[in-house]
Nanobody, 121 residues
Framework: QLQLVESGGGLVQPGGSLRLSCTTS????????VGWFRQAPGKDRERVSC????????NYADSVKGRFTISRDNAKNTIYMQMNSLKPEDTADYYC??????????????WGQGTRVTVSS
């Protein structure tokens, strides 16, 4: 069974940057599309980004386009998300999730425990 562990969250000032990492184990990452989701207090969970199994296809929520970049290193079994120009509204718990069933990540069936990102001055 695929296991995912997120890291890299923390407190950052508006306009700052963070890089989240998602390290996987239990099965080769090559077969999975992997995405980042987030959930802010009192809000529904939303898909932030998704990268296909081959790394050639990426998708982003409109709210983060141009600011966030998802990438993957299958040799290291790791997914990254570089977050730049962070805004207070980016504050949320961020989750890494994977699926072998589709390329959109909406069908993700493996989830990490999450890492908290707080954007505040």
């Amino acid at each position: 069974q695929l296991q995912l562990v997120e890291s890299g969250g923390g407190l950052v000032q508006p306009g700052g940057s963070l890089r989240l990492s998602c390290t996987t184990s239990g099965f080769p990452l090559d077969y999975y599309a992997v995405g980042w989701f987030r959930q802010a207090p009192g809000k529904d969970r939303e898909r932030v980004s998704c990268i296909g199994s081959g790394g050639g296809v990426t998708n982003y929520a409109d709210s983060v386009k141009g600011r966030f970049t998802i990438s993957r290193d299958n040799a290291k079994n790791t997914i990254y998300m570089q977050m730049n120009s962070l805004k207070p509204e980016d504050t949320a718990d961020y989750y890494c999730a994977a699926t072998s069933l589709d390329s959109t990540c909406y069908g993700a069936n493996y989830w990490g425990q999450g890492t908290r990102v707080t954007v505040s001055s």
